[in-house]
């Protein structure tokens, strides 16, 4: 069982910037992807940003340009590191990977963007 473990969030205000980090208890390189996902409240939990074993990104609309997704493989830890958030950004965010077509989530962390 994978376990995932999300740090970083918190208040920040709009056009701040937060690194979110995501420390996995085993390597990373066996997984497939890694990607955050987001929920805000009364909506749906949404991807934000995924990176693949082989370093492929991708990422929500919303954020591009903003948001960069990257893996320390030597760390067993993924970041997205945020910037010029804006108070639509605030949501819990959930770290999650895969592997061998099975999910594993983190309990997630907290961001707020407001003045």
Do not use: H
């Amino acid at each position: 069982q994978v376990q995932l473990v999300e740090s970083g969030g918190g208040l920040v205000q709009p056009g701040g910037s937060l690194r979110l980090s995501c420390a996995a208890s085993e390597s990373i390189l066996s997984m497939n992807r890694m990607g955050w996902y987001r929920q805000a409240p009364g909506k749906e939990r949404e991807l934000v940003a995924a990176i693949t074993s082989t370093g492929f990104t991708a990422y929500a609309e919303s954020v591009k340009g903003r948001f960069t997704i990257s893996r320390a493989n030597a760390k067993n830890t993924a970041y997205l590191q945020m910037n010029s958030l804006k108070p639509e950004d605030t949501a819990v965010y959930y770290c999650n990977a895969e592997r061998r077509s099975m999910d594993y989530w983190g309990r997630g962390t907290q961001v707020t963007v407001s003045s």
